[in-house]
């Protein structure tokens, strides 16, 4: 639990002197922490889903990169049921 709790203080501390600093707007700061709120979210479920099926004795591999070209950028999610 303080683990957390920490993580959210140093994050918002760091988010508030880049705001401060003039190094980032508010909304910048508050749609990083959303992405990666949601992100950790999304992760945990992905683990909750992928632990129900080895449960069942079926192999799962799930593979998570970004990629980065001249026309796009993102992430790319695969898995193997």
């Known amino acids: ?3 957390g709790i ?3 203080v140093v994050a918002s501390t760091i988010g ?4 401060i600093n003039n190094k980032h707007w508010v909304t910048d ?3 990083g922490a959303g992405i990666g709120i949601l ?3 999304i992760s945990y479920f992905a683990f ?5 099926k ?5 192999k799962v591999v799930a593979f998570v990169s970004p990629y980065y070209n001249t026309k796009s950028k993102g992430l790319r999610f695969k898995m193997l049921f």
């Not at 080895?54 to 079926?58: G, Q």
Request: no cysteine; hydrophobic share 45%.
């Open 1 to 3: 639990m303080w683990i």
């Open 6 to 8: 920490s993580g959210y």
């Open 16 to 19: 508030f002197a880049r705001v």
């Open 29 to 31: 700061v508050v749609a």
């Open 39 to 41: 992100s950790t979210k």
């Open 48 to 52: 909750e889903r992928l632990k129900l």
């Open 54 to 58: 080895r449960a069942n004795n079926k």
